[in-house]
Every structure is written in structure tokens, then in C-alpha cells.
């Protein structure tokens, strides 16, 4: 596997939400889905219950941005802990909506 790194933010991420680096190795070596995303210029990789979002860096080094739930029940049962310090309480009424709109632009 070619080199990456990961920002601060992914790395919390991962962390939050108790990701090993298995599951984000294998998203990246073998994603079930991949797609560009236009707006955060980045690929979307998910495979099982992420999604790791990867840019290159200014410096050309391929970079994980961010970790997401891959599916809606994610969303949901990660909100059902509530607020942790530096993050809001999120309104997660819609997140399988969020979800699959997300799905069916690619």
C-alpha cells in the first residue's frame, strides 16, 4: 500500500467513533465504493462501516481528511451518546435521508 497520511481531524475521528486502523487500511486498499467528491475535492473510499474521505496535500502526499459513518444506523447510534466536548449535539432526525442522497449522486 502506497503511503498516506492522516490530519489531526481524522485521527480524532477515528478515535470518537473507535475505528481501528484495519477498517480504514482496508477502505482505502479495497473500497467498495469510491467516488470524487466535487465539492470537498477529495475521493469518498467506504468500505463496511466508514467511509474515509482522502485529498492530496499541497506537498502531493495523499491524506485522509476525515472518517464517516458509512451507513445511516452509524449516524444514529453514534448520536444516541450525545454532545462530547468540542462537538456539537447533532440533529440526526434526517441522517438516512443524508445517507442516501449521498449514495445516489454517484
Known amino acids: 500500500?502506497?503511503?498516506?497520511?492522516?490530519?489531526?481531524?481524522?485521527?480524532?475521528?477515528?478515535?470518537?467513533?473507535?475505528?481501528?486502523?484495519?477498517?480504514?487500511?482496508?477502505?482505502?486498499?479495497?473500497?467498495?465504493?469510491?467516488?470524487?467528491?466535487?465539492?470537498?475535492?477529495?475521493?469518498?473510499?467506504?468500505?463496511?462501516?466508514?467511509?474515509?474521505c482522502m485529498r492530496i496535500s499541497p506537498e502531493g502526499m495523499p491524506t485522509v481528511t476525515t472518517v464517516l459513518w458509512a451507513k445511516p444506523s452509524g449516524w444514529v447510534a453514534d448520536g444516541q451518546y450525545g454532545a462530547i466536548e468540542g462537538r456539537e449535539d447533532p440533529n440526526l432526525d434526517d441522517a438516512r435521508l443524508r445517507v442516501k442522497k449521498r449514495r445516489q449522486k454517484h
Open 1 to 52: 500500500m502506497a503511503d498516506f497520511a492522516m490530519s489531526h481531524h481524522a485521527l480524532s475521528r477515528a478515535v470518537d467513533m473507535a475505528v481501528d486502523a484495519s477498517e480504514i487500511l482496508d477502505a482505502i486498499a479495497r473500497p467498495r465504493d469510491d467516488h470524487y467528491n466535487i465539492r470537498t475535492e477529495s475521493r469518498w473510499l467506504t468500505r463496511g462501516r466508514i467511509t474515509v
